[in-house]
């Protein structure tokens, strides 16, 4: 007899026997939920958010993994995670080698995650988790992408919210997308995700992508909450560079502004050089010396920033050509 034919009618003998087990072991794992949460430094934070995602699971009956990245912690994040692990097999982690940051952290619970669909939230517990389920239900309704958008933003000083203000307003207009209540909160069907998955780019702004990608999506609006332990791993600085990182990836808006200042330095020196001219003939030329300083350091200040902005560009894409993975897998909870 051929071999497959054989393990075919194997496996028909087995399931008469076992019919009962089968059926709910495949509807335990059909419409599987991943729920990736990124976290660096939350060590204090892992069991109370194992805890209340898998109730909240457990409760709606919905079949279930946390995968927990941990992204090059220096406190006890990834014994907890293990620790969670061994409680709830459920559990699941990825041990990042070093810190990635957390578009890394992200990509790799989205390649670890083995569910029909993916979720992703914070580890804090800002993203409401019983939101999930309002999420999941949507999904279950045929949609691909479900956005959790930010009904209010919780606390923020008045500079953050300015500067959070000018950064999506530039990341809105370059990519068409409202994104001024975009959030990383969101549920992401499996061809979404192989769609992210095999994007080649290193830099990811995987707020803007998500919705980049298309799909049919939906949103889900929540209020972010106060953080359930610890502080912001955001720095001011950190806000900045991080602006910087994802607008330039995504939009090519600053060498427009380039281009922009190159179009008025050229109208500027043009009614210029007539009124000097003008000046030149009546007789009366311009006072020298200060003019030319004046000249001298407008147009050097227009060019550095320019050259500037041009490098930041030639920068990231001597980056993306290295092809360096976006992150580098230590362990696993699967195996150490
Ligand atoms: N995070 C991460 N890597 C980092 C910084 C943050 O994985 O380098 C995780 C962090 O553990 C949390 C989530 O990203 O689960 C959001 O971070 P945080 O709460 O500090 O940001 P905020 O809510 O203030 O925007
Ligand atoms: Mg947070």
Redesign the pocket.
């Known amino acids: 007899m051929h071999k497959d034919t054989k393990q075919d009618m194997e496996t028909v003998f087995l399931c008469i026997f076992c019919e009962r087990d089968c059926v709910r072991r495949m509807e335990e794992t059909m419409g599987l939920l991943s729920i990736v949460?990124?976290?660096?430094?939350?060590g204090n934070l892992i069991k109370k958010t194992a805890k209340v995602v898998s109730d909240i699971m457990q409760n709606n009956k919905i079949p279930y993994e946390i995968v927990f990245?941990n992204?090059?912690s220096k406190d006890s994040t990834w014994d907890e995670i293990m620790r969670a692990h061994e409680k709830n097999a459920n559990v699941k982690g990825v041990c990042l080698s070093r810190?990635?940051?957390?578009e890394?952290?992200?990509f790799a619970g989205l390649e670890h995650a083995k569910g029909d669909c993916v979720a992703v939230m914070?580890?804090?517990l800002?993203h409401p988790p019983e939101t999930l389920v309002e999420m999941y239900r949507l999904w279950e309704q045929g949609y691909e992408v479900v956005e959790g958008v930010k009904a209010s933003r919780g606390k923020e000083s008045i500079l953050h919210r300015a500067f959070v203000k000018v950064f999506y307003g530039v990341m809105s207009r370059s990519t068409g997308i409202d994104m001024s209540r975009a959030s990383?909160f969101k549920l992401l069907d499996r061809k979404a995700v192989d769609t992210l998955i095999a994007m080649p780019e290193r830099h990811i702004f995987f707020r803007a992508l998500s919705s980049w990608i298309g799909f049919r999506s939906a949103s889900v609006e929540f209020d972010?909450r106060m953080?359930e332990e610890g502080?912001?791993?955001?720095s001011f600085s950190s806000l900045f560079k991080y602006a910087l990182n994802n607008i330039s990836s995504f939009s090519t808006v600053p060498m427009q502004c380039v281009m922009l200042c190159g179009v008025i330095t050229f109208i500027f020196s043009l009614l210029f050089g007539i009124y000097s001219l003008v000046k030149y003939f009546q007789g009366n030329s311009l006072e020298g010396f200060t003019t030319v300083i004046m000249l001298l350091l407008i147009i050097g200040s227009v060019l550095m920033f320019s050259l500037g902005i041009i490098g930041y560009y030639i920068a990231k894409i001597y980056e993306e050509i290295k092809c360096r993975p976006r992150y580098i897998v230590r362990a696993t909870t699967d195996k150490n």
């Open positions: 949460i990124p976290a660096y430094n939350e990245v992204d090059g810190n990635f940051g957390k890394g952290a992200l914070d580890a804090d800002q990383d972010v953080r502080e912001s791993k955001w």
